[in-house]
């Protein structure tokens, strides 16, 4: 069974910055495209950042590219989500998951997903 676990969420003023942490079985960060996804209170679940084990990186145009970095730690089996100059908007629920396929935007592509970690960012 694909476990994932997240960390590094918390509260930050407008303006700063976080680091998300995905840690997985070394299983699953061999074999597994590792993807972020945000969720806003009442919205959809929504695509951050993908990569997988060769280093493929996807992003969400909009949001995230140009703010955001995504990185594998392979001694760790982990995956960084770099957050930096962080909005209001960017508070959610981010959560890991992990899939088979390339580095695919929808959350229904992923097939085991974290507990989420809560980023707030005050204004």
């Known amino acids: 069974q694909v476990q994932l676990k997240e960390s590094g969420g918390g509260l930050v003023q407008t303006g700063g910055s976080l680091r998300l942490s995905c840690a997985a079985s070394?299983?699953?960060?061999?074999?597994?495209?590792i993807g972020w996804f945000r969720q806003g209170s009442g919205k959809e679940r929504k695509f951050v950042a993908a990569?997988?084990?060769?280093?493929?990186?996807?992003y969400d145009e909009e949001y995230a590219k140009g703010r955001f970095t995504i990185s594998r730690d392979h001694a760790k089996s982990t995956v960084h989500l770099q957050m930096n100059s962080l909005k209001p908007e960017d508070t959610a629920v981010y959560y890991c998951?992990?899939?088979?396929?390339?580095?695919?935007?929808?959350?229904?592509?992923?097939?085991?997903w974290g507990q989420g970690t809560q980023v707030t960012v005050s204004s």
């Open positions: 990569i997988s084990w060769s280093g493929a990186i996807a």
């Open positions: 070394e299983r699953t960060f061999r074999t597994r495209v």
């Open positions: 998951a992990a899939t088979k396929f390339g580095t695919p935007s929808s959350p229904s592509l992923y097939d085991s």
